[in-house]
């Protein structure tokens, strides 16, 4: 069973940085696509930056030029760096990954990291 293991979540001041670590376990493939996604409260979850199928990466509008994902293949793991954070930035961060068995596909999402910018 596939496991998204988070971390690096926490509170930081406008204009500070983060960086958050995701760990895909359970699994002897490598994922399709994985990437982050945020949900603030109230909102719906939206796309912040991921590593698609054919091999691009793909970012929000809203933070490109200001965080920049990145993975290690021989962990299985992607991080997400944030710099120049702002308050809206606060939300809950998940880590997605889709395995590709065949033409099945498979979402797995992370518990769920907070990260908190104060202005």
């Known amino acids: 069973q596939v496991q998204l293991v988070e971390s690096g979540g926490g509170l930081v001041q406008a204009g500070g940085s983060l960086r958050l670590s995701c760990a895909a376990t359970?699994?002897?493939?490598?994922?399709?696509?994985m990437g982050w996604y945020r949900q603030a409260p109230g909102k719906q979850r939206d796309l912040v930056a991921a590593f698609t199928s054919i091999g691009n990466t793909d970012y929000a509008d809203s933070v490109r030029g200001r965080f920049t994902i990145s993975r290690d293949n021989a962990q299985n793991t992607v991080y997400l760096q944030m710099n120049s954070l702002k308050p809206e930035d606060t939300a809950v961060y998940y880590c997605?990954?889709?395995?590709?068995?065949?033409?099945?596909?498979?979402?797995?999402w992370g518990r769920g990291t907070q990260v908190t910018v104060s202005s």
């Open positions: 359970g699994s002897n493939f490598y994922p399709a696509a």
């Open positions: 997605h990954a889709v395995y590709a068995l065949g033409i099945a596909e498979y979402d797995y």
